[in-house]
């Protein structure tokens, strides 16, 4: 049966979600506040939670129902609910809500703890006994969204762990980028997979290990053992087969080596952070040590994707820019994307950028830039 499935984004890269799930096949797609919509039967969950880069987590609607005005609604409309397909006694759950900005609502504690209420009271009724709540840990994650206009959804987190921890990335650096911008800065610098790539601000080497990845075509979700959605008491044996073999197909995928990739950054500690997550990963990379605004007579085509720093992440100054945006420069004919904390930055880089679009880093506001040298 055909399922409504929402997939979220970090702020400001839900256009960049939409078209890499229009590039993967995924079909009646409709961006949707801070993600993307979509149906499909299981498997297009699954391979969404598989194959997406940029997505943070799969949702899959369980009912939508209107006229949530009061507290009351809300808890009467989730308590009609059989919940026997996600949870059992031994289950735990845990509850995120998304209120309204207005309205008797607009609470997110107190309309969870209105929706949690209704879980347990209905897991009483249907199965003899209440479930475990652990917010740290569930087994099943329910998300309550309620619209301005009063339509309540209830959704069920496939996930789990957020998308963005792929696993092979235990250590970070001073200011770690999120896996998924990583993968969503690359789609918005312009990058084709096939000329060579350098991150020369490389951290914990996100960037480019996301690189090698995409261009190896190498599925993010294969470094999952378990999706949240495999201890839900509807998993059984049929559904496991099914995404056995949805797992083997998508590992079939992978495609030979990348084009040369390349990670610097001035500090070797860092460099041997990076070297040991692309082990884990198992993708090949250049490593590089030195100092970014020294770059210069490198080979065209090239594409510079990275996350320099910008004084509040991590120390710089305006000499810094400066001589960070003469580099890039340098690199005749290069495409350059950078994600900027800081005006400085752009205003260090000589001409206008093809496109720049604002993005949250964590909990910093950023921008994305894109270029092409002259």
């Known amino acids: 049966m055909s399922a409504y499935f929402f997939a979220n984004a970090a702020r400001g890269t ?32 699954w391979r969404a939670c598989l194959w997406s880069r940029i997505a943070q987590r799969v949702l899959l609607e369980i009912t939508r129902f209107p006229g949530v005005s009061t507290p009351e609604a809300l808890y009467t409309g989730v308590r009609a609910l059989d919940w026997r397909p996600f949870l059992t006694v031994s289950h735990s759950f845990s509850v995120t809500a998304l209120p309204p900005r207005e309205g008797l609502l607009r609470n997110p504690n107190f309309t969870g703890l209105k929706v949690k209420d209704a879980i347990v009271d209905a897991c009483r009724d249907q199965l003899g006994d209440r479930p475990m709540v652990n917010r740290d840990q569930p087994d099943l994650r329910v998300v309550a969204h309620i619209s301005p206009n009063g339509d309540a959804s209830i959704y069920a987190d496939l996930v789990g762990e957020p998308l963005c921890r792929r696993g092979y990335r235990p250590e970070g650096g001073e200011a ?16 084709d997979r096939r000329s060579p790539l350098l991150d020369p601000c490389c951290g914990s080497g996100t960037i480019a290990i996301e690189a090698a990845l995409w261009a190896a075509n190498i599925a993010p979700g294969l470094f999952r053992q378990q999706f949240a959605c ?17 797992r ?9 080596d990348p084009p040369p990739i390349t990670a610097g950054d001035l500090d070797p500690a860092m460099l041997e952070v990076a070297r040991a997550n692309a082990r884990r990963a198992g ?29 509040v992440r991590l120390a710089a100054d305006t000499a810094f820019f400066r001589g960070f945006g ?27 950028p093809l496109a720049r679009h604002p993005v949250r880093n964590g909990a910093l506001e950023a921008e ?3 270029y092409l040298m002259p």
């Open 230 to 246: 495999e201890r839900w008491p509807l998993h059984d044996a049929s559904r496991i087969a099914e995404l056995r073999e949805l």
């Open 176 to 191: 770690p980028l999120r896996e998924s911008l990583a993968a969503a800065l690359l789609r918005f610098s312009g990058w």
């Open 368 to 370: 994305m830039l894109a």
């Open 248 to 256: 083997g197909k998508t590992r079939a995928e992978r495609r030979g």
């Open 14 to 45: 839900e256009r960049l979600l939409l078209e890499e799930l229009r590039d993967l096949g995924f079909q009646n797609l409709e961006l949707a506040g801070s993600g993307v919509a979509f149906t499909g039967d299981w498997s297009e969950g």
């Open 283 to 311: 993708v090949r990379l250049t490593f590089r040590q030195g100092d970014v605004r020294e770059l210069r007579n490198w080979t065209p085509p090239l594409t510079v994707v990275t996350n320099p720093p910008y004084g």
């Open 326 to 352: 003469a580099a890039m420069a340098r690199l005749h004919g290069a495409r350059v994307g950078v994600i900027a904390g800081t005006p400085e930055i752009a205003e260090g880089i000589p001409g206008r």
